[in-house]
């Protein structure tokens, strides 16, 4: 790896302890103990992409998941086995020819029947799509090492350890408003994942257009307002049913599904799901979006496994931009042919503008 600080290519033996043995200085992330693979560079480098050149802010989810992608791409399942396997049938199965020794011929065709068995897991993608890192352990497996040795997290993340109560899927800050406070408001954004909460807070987006901020159908419910409801969510099974479940709460109101279309975003090469066998909707649950008529078969199958894009994963500029121009459209009265195409889904979400600023980094 590269030295952080003098920029010295660095042999394992030149860096023990993290410290390098040309500038003496100590860096945060080895490649070869890092789960993620990660060297400083590599997090300064991802992190000026996210944050546009330090334009913008982004939360340290944002940061989990763009670090995670590389290795999301790929099954690490058996990866260390296979070649054993493989290696460890030649090597007994020449011992028995040279010893001339049948017996040993079992033992070399039981691992290679194990070899192949965990080649055709790879092939049909087991453990693929499982980060590596959890969402609930990268703060202490990758932000605290860098806080130790620089002192804060990289530039232009923001710091939410502080109020940070969430697990996967609901972590960062908790919502800045209380819903019985809101009154007066131009509508509500309801949005469960308290991260990317945080990241639009953080823009100062709920404050400018006048949302009340809240994260399930009954908080959205008790907002003393009648303005348009915004629903904010991961791409997945629980995120069509959060939209189902609005309009369900506030019968009469227009609620606007501002989540990136499955079909859409699954049709975008730069997108990159991950899947959590704790969050596979259940037999009901599938039940209610075959009703729908809105998915495939096959689109199904793949929301049953448990595979989602999450609000996270994608470009935190492209997620600022299009959020706020859909609450730009609300709280200025957007007229109702404009309206009723985004209550139908916000077709244009999201549009393939040139190549991904993080891409395989």
């Known amino acids: 790896m590269i030295c952080p600080h003098c920029e010295r290519n660095l042999l394992r033996k030149e860096r023990t302890g993290n410290r390098c043995t040309h500038c003496k200085r100590t860096y945060a992330l080895d490649p070869k103990t890092n789960p993620l693979?990660?060297?400083?560079?590599?997090?300064?480098?991802?992190?000026?992409?996210?944050?546009?050149?330090?334009?913008?802010?982004?939360?340290?989810?944002?940061?989990w998941y763009a670090l995670s992608r590389k290795r999301l791409r790929d099954s690490d399942f058996g990866q260390g086995c296979l070649g054993g396997a493989f290696a460890g049938a030649g090597f007994v199965t020449v011992v028995a020819l040279f010893a001339e020794a049948p017996a040993l011929l079992l033992a070399s065709g039981a691992l290679l029947i194990i070899g192949l068995g965990i080649f055709v897991a790879r092939v049909m993608g087991a453990g693929k799509g499982i980060p590596p890192v959890g969402r609930e352990g990268f703060p202490a497996l990758v932000l605290s090492p860098w806080r130790s040795v620089y002192g804060g997290l990289p530039p232009g993340?923001?710091?939410?350890?502080?109020?940070?109560?969430?697990?996967?899927?609901?972590?960062?800050?908790?919502?800045?408003?209380?819903?019985?406070?809101?009154?007066?408001?131009?509508?509500?954004?309801?949005?469960?994942?308290?991260?990317?909460v945080a990241f639009l807070v953080a823009d100062g987006l709920p404050a400018r257009?006048?949302?009340?901020?809240?994260?399930?159908?009954?908080?959205?419910?008790?907002?003393?307002?009648?303005?348009?409801?915004?629903?904010?969510?991961?791409?997945?099974?629980?995120?069509?049913?959060?939209?189902?479940?609005?309009?369900?709460?506030?019968?009469?109101?227009?609620?606007?599904?501002?989540?990136?279309?499955?079909?859409?975003?699954?049709?975008?090469?730069?997108?990159?799901?991950?899947?959590?066998?704790r969050r596979r909707p259940g037999a009901a649950d599938?039940?209610?979006?075959?009703?729908?008529?809105?998915?495939?078969?096959?689109?199904?199958?793949?929301?049953g496994q448990g595979w989602r894009f999450p609000l996270v994963?994608?470009?935190?500029?492209?997620?600022?931009?299009?959020?706020?121009?859909?609450?730009?459209?609300?709280?200025?009265?957007?007229?109702?042919?404009?309206?009723?195409?985004?209550?139908?889904?916000?077709?244009?979400?999201?549009?393939?503008?040139?190549?991904?600023?993080?891409?395989?980094?």
Not at 40 to 60: C, E, K, N, Q, Y
Not at 314 to 329: F, K, M, N, S
Not at 345 to 350: A, D, E, H, I, R
């Open 157 to 196: 993340v923001l710091d939410t350890a502080a109020s940070d109560t969430g697990t996967a899927g609901a972590a960062g800050p908790a919502a800045p408003a209380d819903p019985a406070g809101a009154a007066g408001t131009t509508g509500v954004l309801v949005c469960p994942d308290r991260a990317v």
């Open 286 to 303: 599938l039940r209610i979006l075959t009703a729908l008529g809105t998915y495939t078969p096959e689109e199904l199958k793949w929301l």
């Open 37 to 63: 693979r990660l060297n400083d560079l590599r997090v300064r480098r991802i992190t000026t992409a996210l944050t546009d050149g330090g334009r913008i802010s982004i939360v340290p989810d944002q940061l």
């Open 313 to 361: 994963g994608l470009p935190p500029a492209r997620l600022l931009a299009v959020v706020d121009r859909v609450a730009g459209q609300v709280s200025h009265g957007a007229d109702p042919d404009r309206r009723r195409a985004a209550d139908l889904g916000f077709l244009t979400w999201p549009e393939a503008t040139g190549p991904d600023p993080v891409g395989g980094r």
């Open 209 to 277: 257009h006048g949302l009340a901020v809240v994260r399930t159908p009954a908080e959205a419910a008790a907002v003393p307002s009648k303005g348009p409801v915004l629903v904010l969510h991961d791409t997945d099974a629980d995120g069509e049913l959060l939209v189902r479940g609005v309009r369900e709460a506030l019968p009469g109101r227009t609620v606007v599904d501002v989540g990136p279309p499955l079909r859409t975003v699954r049709s975008l090469p730069q997108a990159v799901p991950y899947r959590d066998p």
